[in-house]
């Protein structure tokens, strides 16, 4: 299994412009736990794990309420996927290990 866990600096290609966030992933198996936090507050996350891939849903109320579907790849300390946010489609989230 990759190693996942960490704090990782994240920036979403949006179309409001790039939003940055700090998402923290603690692994256990098949799932992982962590924190999402930016300019729009802080939630926690949950997702599962599946090789190197991290995939969980994140809820957000700005600038309108939606679940958006989260995908990313981690290759040593780079990660890098897509965010779904339904009918305004995805976009490229990108971050670092911290």
Do not use: Y
């Not at 412009?17 to 799932?31: A, R, Y």
């Not at 969980?56 to 989260?70: A, F, G, H, N």
């Amino acid at each position: 299994m990759a190693d996942v866990d960490g704090s990782w600096n994240c920036t979403v290609k949006s179309p409001l412009g790039d939003q940055n966030l700090t998402i923290t992933v603690t692994s256990n198996g098949n799932s992982f736990t962590g924190q999402a936090g930016g300019a729009m507050g802080s939630m926690p996350v949950e997702g599962t794990v599946e090789g190197n891939t991290l995939k969980w849903k994140q809820s957000i109320t700005t600038p309108m309420p939606m679940t958006l579907d989260c995908e990313a790849s981690v290759e040593g300390d780079t990660l890098t996927g897509q965010v779904g946010a339904g009918a305004f489609g995805s976009f490229p989230l990108k971050g670092t290990r911290g």
